[in-house]
């Protein structure tokens, strides 16, 4: 039934976006008339039209974030995103430790094993001992837009962008004036979510103040989180070419970890703290471009592994700790010697790490610690990305990156990649990128099998695009197919020189795939929007769908708004290895505002309508239909 149910929407989409084709009529439109709006950041470090980018960026903007009424970035990044998934367990929060969701991967290659990096602001955002990225912090109220860029980011951003990159663009006001924002909504399981902004923008100040707070029961026992966020963002132009901005954001949450259905945990909590605080100053001139930027994150987490009555196991003696830190500085600056022409210099300085310990409440060693790791790295690089056209239909795009660490060595990270600008407003590219990341120093120095002699691992990426706009810049499409071959993956095996297990880089990665997106504004009332990806790995992993398939609509019109998407799951490995679990399931999410008066409106969202049951964790089945429902002011 799920394959004919894949095949049938399948069917109806093609001949949708068939249809329109078939309905354009204008076979006079060039390059010269293909106009577009939207620049990126992600892929080079300066503002760049994405269309001479040879590697592709997916954007989010805030329309579609705040139209997804979802307290947390990343469901509406697996909606939007081809190839990018994210694990669940419940209603709300992610937490940490054993049994946590929030897995982010894209390609297959996940953020949990340090293969994928969240930046905020260009700035990477993960725990400094276990190296992956921390879900509950990436909250909506953070973000003016995401950037998604598909494929290894290592040149610009070094190690953990291995298999690319998601970066959180914060918001700023753009005109002068001040707006203050109040989101509030109850629904299932005594889910609350608030959220208060208030941005301000005079003369050349402005600044962001926001903060939040949510929490749930969870629809299972002892399942309840509840979480704390604030961030506030200050800027200041100090000339027409010379800015400065200085921005914070804290998260803390309270997470209960209640097991697997079929052995219940006891006494599951968590306690996390993560910050994260920068100061930029920046510069833009008509030729020349550039910042220095200087950021620290630090997270401190408190973890009752819990114990399993069922098991005849009786409650944990020792409690785990960690306090972890990052701190960098990057440098880059962006020229134009000539028509066509950018080049890209840059340099990176990061020092990353931790101590981890037990402390014991009970038992014989009561009142005892005991030290796992205190250990710091330092990575220190240079890079070089270059651009140059040739007249209005080729871009070449190469980059070289060294970076060293101070205890794995000295990695050469190159790139390169061509895009062609056709007639009637097609791009075609073509890209070679290799993606690395140095092993993490939980696989180095933490609990057996550590192994403090790895090496970095590495991929290659092979990529052709192609995309379209039609209609006058109404209806766009893209597809993309890829090839990513990786060797020196870290994986756990036997000891070759003795007992037991040991951290060995002996993994390879063979994936191939195919990315389908499309959006068309039909009216003023009306748009659409899909995408699809399939992903062949020769050696599965959990959390990384065969195929992936999500079609949306909006329609708005006058006080109302209304948004629905129908995201089908296929080919998800929940477990792997010699007993594989496997997943199908279809998600029906409608939500909907209506504008009471200029400064009020009224929404609800419903999320699983359909009642699926499923897990994307083996052992955590997903909630049912839930209900959210609420107001938010603006004045």
């Known amino acids: 039934m799920n394959k004919k149910f894949f095949l049938f929407v399948w069917i109806v989409v093609a001949s949708s976006f068939g249809n329109v084709a078939l309905a354009q009529t204008d076979t006079t439109e060039t390059m010269k008339n293909y106009d577009i709006n939207e620049v990126v950041v992600t892929g080079t470090r300066n503002e760049s039209d994405p269309r001479h980018l040879s590697q592709t960026v997916s954007v989010v903007d805030r329309s579609v974030i705040e139209r997804s009424l979802q307290p947390s970035l990343l469901p509406v990044l697996s909606e939007q995103v081809p190839g990018l998934f994210v694990t669940e367990r419940g209603v709300m929060g992610y937490g940490v430790s054993g049994g946590a969701a929030g897995g982010i991967s ?379 071959d990786g060797k020196n993956l870290i994986v756990t095996l036997p000891n070759p020189n003795g007992t037991g297990m040991l951290n060995q880089n002996s993994g390879e990665i063979d994936n191939a795939g195919v990315e389908v997106q499309a959006a068309w504004r039909v009216n003023q009332d009306w748009s659409v929007d899909g995408n699809y990806s399939f992903l062949h790995m020769e050696n599965p992993v959990p959390a990384a769908p065969e195929h992936k398939f999500y079609a949306g609509a909006n329609f708005t019109k006058g006080r109302w708004s209304v948004t629905t998407g129908l995201q089908y799951i296929a080919g998800l490995y929940t477990a792997v290895g010699d007993n594989p679990r496997q997943e199908d399931f279809a998600l029906w999410n409608l939500r909907g505002t209506f504008r009471a008066c200029k400064w009020l409106n009224v929404w609800a969202r419903g999320e699983n309508l359909l009642a699926q049951k499923y897990e994307i964790n083996a052992g955590y089945p997903m909630p049912r239909a839930t209900f959210m429902g609420g107001i938010h002011i603006n004045i």
Request: proline share 4%; hydrophobic share 35%; aromatic share 14%.
């Open 106 to 484: 894209l390609r297959g290659l996940s953020g949990g094993n340090a293969r994928l990096m969240v930046l905020i602001d260009g700035h990477p955002q993960y725990a400094g001992i276990f190296g992956h990225p921390i879900s509950d912090a990436y909250q909506s109220l953070l973000a003016e837009r995401v950037e998604v860029l598909r494929g290894p980011a290592s040149v610009l951003y070094g190690s953990n962008a291995m298999g690319g990159v998601v970066n959180i663009v914060t918001r700023k006001m753009r005109g002068d004036g001040v707006r203050t924002d109040l989101h509030a909504g109850y629904g299932s399981y005594n889910t609350l979510e608030t959220e208060l902004t208030n941005r301000v923008r005079k003369g050349r100040f402005n600044s962001v103040l926001s903060g939040s707070y949510n929490r749930t029961d969870g629809h299972r026992a002892d399942m309840c989180f509840e979480q704390y966020g604030g961030y506030a963002k200050l800027g200041y132009d100090l000339t027409d070419h010379w800015n400065a901005y200085a921005d914070v954001n804290v998260t803390h949450f309270n997470a209960s970890y209640p097991g697997p259905v079929s052995a219940p945990l006891v006494d599951g909590d968590q306690r996390i703290t993560r910050g994260v605080a920068s100061f930029s100053l920046g510069n833009d001139y008509e030729k020349t471009s550039g910042a220095v930027s200087f950021f620290y994150n630090w997270g401190d987490h408190w973890i009752n592994d819990g114990y399993t009555p069922s098991a005849g196991e009786i409650s944990q003696d020792g409690r785990f700790n960690s306090y972890d830190d990052m701190m960098g500085v990057s440098l880059y600056q962006s020229t134009r010697f000539f028509a066509g022409n950018r080049l890209t210099l840059g340099f990176d300085w990061f020092r990353y790490g931790g101590k981890a310990w037990t402390d014991y409440v009970s038992g014989e060693d009561a009142g005892t610690r005991d030290d796992l790791v205190d250990e710091h790295e330092d990575e220190v690089a240079g890079y070089v990305d270059f651009r140059q056209s040739f007249g209005d239909w080729l871009t070449l795009n190469a980059g070289l990156r060294v970076d060293h660490h101070s205890r794995v060595g000295t990695e050469w990270v190159p790139q390169a990649g061509l895009a062609f600008h056709l007639p009637r407003a097609i791009e075609l590219k073509a890209s070679a990128a290799k993606g690395f990341r140095y092993p993490i120093l939980r696989e180095m120095y933490m609990f057996p099998p550590q192994n403090p002699d790895l090496k970095p691992e590495s991929m290659w990426n092979y990529e052709i695009a192609l995309s379209q706009t039609l209609l006058g810049g109404r209806l766009n499409y893209g597809v993309n197919v890829f090839y990513i």
